[in-house]
């Protein structure tokens, strides 16, 4: 399986979204333009994983997630923000599943097996930081942080800053869980991070070191 050049392009939009959007004030029109940027990630990485899958189900399900999103930042229907977060939350482990099974059908290490490899750990962050946001939309108390007193829009924002944190085992204690089921969940996207990374380079490693291996063996 080749790539199609799609991972570097989207690791680009991905650290846009991520370093960039927090800095424009929610309630604004740039708050309107973050939300258009990331509606145009989410259909980016959709098209990125739909190249390597026979069925789109990452994109038929982004569909009514989008919908449902653009209808929560208007208000327009009650809890379309909740179910929006849902629905972020199994897209992106969609997303997640075709980035893996894309990587591991390489055989040698590219700047796309690179970016790819970079691509899916910010991927696992904004999945964990959806599921972080779906849990405190049901329930306030699951989590606590003076960073979780602001307005309602720079929610999104700040889990997500939350779960990179939480992925990389960097621990601030800025914002922490005060829930079993909260605290859980934090529990696992660490040992994730952990695994991910150790996994990753042994990998790297050895796909780098195969060709080198197999001239040995044939010289």
């Known amino acids: 399986m080749r790539f199609t ?11 846009i979204y991520i370093v960039v959007s927090p800095f424009l004030p929610p309630g ?3 708050a309107t333009a973050v939300n258009l940027w ?21 994109a038929i399900w982004l569909g ?20 929006a977060l849902a629905f972020f939350v199994i897209f992106y482990a969609m997303i997640l599943v ?11 290490v590219t700047g796309e097996v690179i970016t790819g490899s970079l691509c899916t750990y910010l991927i696992i962050g ?13 329930d306030p108390n699951s989590y606590s942080g003076a960073l979780l007193e602001g307005s309602v829009e720079s929610k999104v924002h700040v889990f997500n800053y ?7 085992s960097l621990g601030y204690g800025d914002i922490t869980p005060q829930t079993l089921g ?28 195969k060709p080198l291996r197999q001239k040995k063996s044939k010289s």
């Open 28 to 30: 604004t029109m740039a």
């Open 38 to 58: 990331l509606t145009l990630v989410l259909l980016f990485a959709a098209r990125t994983a739909q190249r390597g899958e026979k069925r789109p189900f990452a």
């Open 98 to 108: 075709s980035f893996v099974r894309q990587l591991m059908a390489e055989e040698k």
């Open 64 to 83: 009514p997630a989008l919908i449902l999103y653009w209808l929560g930042v208007y208000n327009l229907v009650q809890f379309s923000r909740e179910l």
């Open 5 to 15: 050049r799609g991972f570097p392009r989207l690791l680009v939009a991905l650290l």
């Open 162 to 168: 939350f779960s990179m944190v939480t992925l990389t």
């Open 126 to 138: 904004l999945l964990w930081g959806t599921a972080y946001n779906f849990i405190y939309a049901l």
């Open 182 to 209: 909260a605290s859980s969940l934090c529990q696992l996207e660490a040992i994730i991070g952990q695994f991910y990374t150790a996994v990753l380079v042994a990998w790297l490693v050895g796909m780098y070191g």
